[in-house]
């Protein structure tokens, strides 16, 4: 054991001197990358071969050429501010935890919804919000967020505007705990952001380091870190969600972070579980680096206008959960998110699952509207827009049941 453990450092410490090479000097390639297949052409053979070489080579690939290198873990402390056992009427227990990073900002605001009634420690689902904590609860202790939304100051007018984007009475009911924070807690949404963790905890790095996106995934995992200690909560069923952008956050952080048990990345499009190689009626890299010029590294946006360059695609970010449960949820009218190409992205992803040892995608063409493929590689689209809605959650739930089992 020591052995293999001592080959596994090497091998870590010999990609991450590994001097990629320019874009420029990267082939074209109109087809897939083989996720099965190392940098240097060799292929993978072995489960092993794929957890200790080729997914470590990967992570280093995604770092180096799109998001940006994570930071490290970090010391934390957290403290629960308030807590109500009379939530949703006795059903579920709220909790309010600030977690520090030493004395200085950015903090994180977690809200915390727990089940009453349940025999063991509860699966979570753990996911950022838009626009703050307020806007899930009707409960006015839940305090309006710090700061202001893209200029604006939060008002009252805000509460409870997203209780039916998050649905978490329904998530209860079904003996799941949630816990939500605000994106802005860990980084605004912005292209020159103040109080954020780029600013802030790692202004050495520079902003151009890591992008936005690997910011909020680095949060993401740090809660991980939080949820995994406390009692409360099933660290072996840890389950992140996340909308739109929020996706793409999701799907990075769970890539990375083998603790998170189960990720939902709905409709996340580009650069979360969408293909780069895109097509003319989903978002190119090249409009979302124009767009977002801050969710990315500076590195990703040399491939604007030759994403075929890349040496690796975003199927490559799914395999590297195996074998842990994925599902993608797309919407009919939402073409910019590239529903069909986050199809061909798990069945690009499939062989690395079996691969693993466990199945993949159960499907060979995309399901009918509203009907789910619940395989560990799971798929669904559904009449509508871009949006998260109860029904997506009726979605999550029952995937969640059949991947982590019922909550006792």
């Known amino acids: 054991m020591k052995t293999r453990f001592a080959l596994f450092l090497l091998v870590v410490a010999t990609l991450t001197l590994h001097a990629w090479p320019q874009v420029s000097e990267l082939p074209l390639r109109h087809e897939l990358p083989d996720p099965l297949v190392l940098f240097d052409g060799k292929p993978v053979t072995s489960k092993g071969m794929w957890q200790n070489r080729r997914r470590a080579e990967l992570k280093l690939l995604f770092e180096h050429y799109e998001y940006g290198t994570l930071p490290p873990e970090m010391n934390f402390s957290s403290r629960l501010e308030y807590a109500d056992k009379n939530m949703f009427g006795g059903k579920a227990t709220l909790k309010l935890v600030t977690i520090r990073f030493g004395q200085r900002e950015p903090r994180i605001d977690l809200m915390i919804v727990v089940p009453n009634h349940r025999a063991k420690s509860a699966p979570v689902f753990l996911g950022m919000n838009f626009g703050g904590n307020y806007g899930l609860v009707t409960n006015t202790i839940v305090p309006l967020p710090r700061g202001n939304n893209r200029g604006k100051p939060f008002t009252e007018a805000g509460r409870a505007k997203q209780l039916g984007i998050w649905n978490i009475e329904q998530s209860i009911d079904r003996g799941y705990a949630v816990a939500t924070y605000f994106c802005n807690d860990v980084e605004p949404d912005e292209a020159d952001p103040t109080n954020g963790v780029r600013e802030i905890l790692f202004p050495a790095k520079g902003s151009a380091a890591f992008g936005t996106i690997a910011a909020w995934a680095w949060g993401l995992q ?40 189960m990720v939902i990345p709905l409709q996340s499009g580009t650069g979360g579980a969408a293909p780069s190689r895109g097509n003319s009626e989903s978002e190119s890299v090249a409009r979302i680096n124009t767009t977002f010029p801050h969710w990315f590294c500076d590195e990703f946006k040399k491939f604007n206008d030759q994403p075929e360059r890349l040496p690796f695609d975003q199927h490559c970010l799914i395999a590297m959960c195996a074998p842990r449960p994925v599902l993608l949820g797309c919407a009919t009218e939402d073409k910019w998110a590239n529903p069909v190409g986050q199809f061909e992205m798990l069945k690009a992803a499939d062989k690395v699952y079996r691969l693993v040892g466990t199945d993949g995608l159960a499907a060979t063409n995309m399901p009918a509207v509203n009907q789910v493929v619940d395989s560990t590689l799971g798929y669904f689209i559904r009449p509508g827009k871009h949006s998260m809605t109860k029904g997506d959650w009726n979605v999550f739930l029952d995937y969640a049941d059949k991947h982590f089992g019922k909550p006792k």
């Open 222 to 261: 740090r809660v991980v870190d939080y949820l995994s200690k406390e009692k409360d909560f099933d660290s072996r069923r840890i389950a992140v969600v996340g909308h739109s952008r929020l996706g793409k956050a999701a799907i990075v952080a769970a890539a990375f972070d083998t603790r998170i048990a």
